[in-house]
C-alpha cells in the first residue's frame, strides 16, 4: 500500500469506530474528531476542529492541566474516567485512553484520545448498589420498627402517665416533656423508615409536566417566599404528556426544591426548567425525553459528598430538619419511572438536579 493509500485506510478505520476518536495539538487545540465523537458528543467536526478540548471537561482547564501532568510522567492513560460536557449540555462519564502523539522523529505533536461513553454502565453500576442497600435498609427498618416499636410505646406512656400525676409547677414535668418529645421523634422516624420499605407500585396515569411542576411550586410556595427566594420558570409549552405516578412524581421534585431552600438559608434564586429532548446522535437512547432542571444558588455540594446524596441516611442537616431519606427515595421514583436523576453542583454558588423522564410511545397507537 502506498502511504496515500494508507493514510485513506487509517482515516476510514478511525471512522468506522463507534468509538470517540479525537487528537488535539500541544495547545489542547482539536485536530482530529472522528464520526463516533459526533456521536458521543453531538457535534460535528467542522463545528469543534481548532476549538479547546478543556471546555468539554465538565472541570475544565483544570482536568486538561491534569491529564497533561499525567501523560508527560507515563506517556499514556488508560480507562480513565472522567465527566464530559457534550450536546445540551448533558453530562456523560467518559472512560478515555489517552496517548501522547509524536512525529516520525519523536517531537511531541499532540494527544489521541480515545474515548466511550460510560454514562449507562456507570448508571446500571449504581443502580445495583442502590437496590443492594436499598434491600438492606427495608430489612433493617421492619427489624428495627418491631424491637423499638413496642418498648417505645411503653416509654411514651409510661411518661405520659407520669405527667398527669405531677402538677404542672412540679420541675419534673419539663424532664417529662423532654422525654415525650424525643420518644416522639424516634416514633416518627421508624414510621418513616416504614414508609420507606414498603414498596409503592407507581400507578400509572398520563401527565403533563408543567403542570405538575407548577403544583410543586403552589405547595412550597409559603417556604420559598418566607424564605425570600426568588423564583424563575422557563417551562417550555407543548410538552407531550409522559405516562407516570403524579403523587410519587410530585414527591421527588418537593424533596429536590426543599432541599434547594435549605440551601439558600439568606435568600437566592431557584430557577425550573422544562423541556423536550429529542437527542440528535444519541448513542445510548434515541427516545424523546423531557428534562426538568431544578437548580438554586445556594451552598452546593461539596466533591466529597457528591457520591453519596443518593445513599440511604446521608444527610449534613440537623436530627429535626433531615432523616438523609428524601433524595433515595427520589433517586427510586424516577429509575422506577424508566428515568434518570442527575446533579451538577459547585461549593458556594449552586446546585442544579436534572431529572430526565421518557416520553413512551404507545405501541399501540403507532404501529405502521
Ligand atoms: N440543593 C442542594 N444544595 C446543597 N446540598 C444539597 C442539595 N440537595 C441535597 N443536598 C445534600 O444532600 C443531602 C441528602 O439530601 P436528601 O434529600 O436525601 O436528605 P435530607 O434533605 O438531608 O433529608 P430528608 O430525608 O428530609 O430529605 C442533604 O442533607 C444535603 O447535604
Ligand atoms: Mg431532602
Same mark, same amino acid.
Given at each position: ?6 493514510e ?7 471512522n468506522?469506530?463507534v468509538?470517540? /476518536? ?33 471546555k ?34 448533558? %453530562? ?5 485512553? %489517552? ?18 461513553d ?7 453500576e ?6 443492594e442497600?436499598?434491600?438492606t435498609?427495608?430489612? @433493617? ?13 411503653v416509654?411514651?406512656?409510661t ?10 409547677s412540679?420541675?419534673?414535668?419539663? =424532664? ?9 421523634? %424516634?416514633?416518627? @422516624? ?8 414498603r414498596?409503592?407500585? $407507581? ?7 408543567n403542570?405538575?411542576?407548577? =403544583?410543586v @411550586?403552589?405547595l412550597? =410556595? ?11 420558570t ?5 410538552? $407531550? $404528556?409522559i405516562?407516570?405516578d ?11 426544591i +426543599? ?6 438559608p ?14 440528535k ?10 428534562e426538568?432542571?431544578?437548580?438554586d444558588?445556594?451552598?452546593?455540594? $461539596?466533591?466529597?459528598? %457528591? ?5 440511604? /441516611?446521608?444527610?449534613?442537616?440537623? +436530627? ?9 427515595v427520589? #433517586?427510586?421514583?424516577?429509575e ?7 446533579v451538577?453542583? #459547585? ?13 413512551q410511545?404507545?405501541?399501540d397507537?403507532?404501529?405502521?
Amino acid at each position: 500500500m502506498d502511504s496515500k493509500k494508507q493514510e485513506s485506510f487509517l482515516e476510514i478505520l478511525v471512522n468506522s469506530s463507534v468509538d470517540a /476518536f479525537i487528537a488535539t495539538d500541544m495547545h489542547g487545540l482539536i485536530t482530529l474528531f472522528s464520526k463516533g465523537a459526533e456521536k458521543t458528543f453531538g457535534s460535528y467536526a467542522e463545528e469543534v476542529i481548532g476549538t479547546k478540548i478543556a471546555k468539554y471537561y465538565v472541570n475544565g482547564k483544570e482536568e486538561a492541566k491534569k491529564i497533561m501532568k499525567t501523560l508527560y510522567e507515563k506517556g499514556s492513560m488508560q480507562n480513565y474516567e472522567t465527566e464530559m460536557i457534550v450536546e445540551n449540555n448533558r %453530562i456523560v462519564t467518559m472512560n478515555l485512553s %489517552i496517548s501522547l502523539l509524536k512525529d516520525s522523529k519523536g517531537a511531541l505533536i499532540g494527544t489521541l484520545g480515545v474515548g466511550k461513553d460510560f454514562t449507562e454502565f456507570k448508571r446500571i453500576e449504581r443502580q445495583l448498589q442502590q437496590s443492594e442497600k436499598l434491600v438492606t435498609v427495608g430489612e @433493617l427498618a421492619a427489624g428495627i420498627a418491631h424491637e423499638i416499636g413496642t418498648p417505645l410505646n411503653v416509654i411514651l406512656g409510661t411518661a405520659e402517665y407520669l405527667m398527669m400525676e405531677t402538677d404542672d409547677s412540679d420541675p419534673k414535668n419539663e =424532664d417529662l416533656k423532654i422525654i415525650i418529645s424525643q420518644a416522639e421523634h %424516634i416514633t416518627k @422516624l421508624i414510621q418513616q423508615l416504614l414508609n420507606f420499605s414498603r414498596y409503592n407500585k $407507581p400507578e400509572l396515569k398520563t401527565i403533563d409536566i408543567n403542570s405538575l411542576i407548577k =403544583d410543586v @411550586l403552589r405547595l412550597t =410556595d409559603h417556604q420559598i417566599t418566607k424564605e425570600e427566594i426568588k423564583i424563575l420558570t422557563d417551562l417550555q409549552p407543548d410538552i $407531550p $404528556p409522559i405516562i407516570g405516578d403524579d403523587n410519587q412524581l410530585q414527591q421527588v421534585f418537593i424533596n429536590i426544591i +426543599v432541599n434547594a431552600i435549605h440551601a439558600m438559608p439568606q435568600g437566592g434564586t431557584l430557577t425550573t426548567s422544562t423541556r423536550l429532548n429529542c437527542p440528535k446522535h444519541s448513542a445510548i437512547n434515541n427516545n424523546r425525553n423531557v428534562e426538568i432542571h431544578i437548580s438554586d444558588t445556594g451552598c452546593g455540594i $461539596p466533591h466529597q459528598n %457528591i457520591q453519596k446524596i443518593f445513599d440511604p /441516611f446521608f444527610t449534613t442537616k440537623d +436530627v429535626d430538619k433531615g432523616t438523609g431519606l428524601g433524595l433515595t427515595v427520589s #433517586h427510586r421514583i424516577i429509575e422506577d419511572h424508566g428515568g434518570t436523576i442527575d446533579v451538577v453542583s #459547585h461549593v458556594d454558588e449552586g446546585t442544579c438536579f436534572s431529572v430526565r423522564l421518557p416520553i413512551q410511545i404507545h405501541e399501540d397507537t403507532d404501529v405502521k
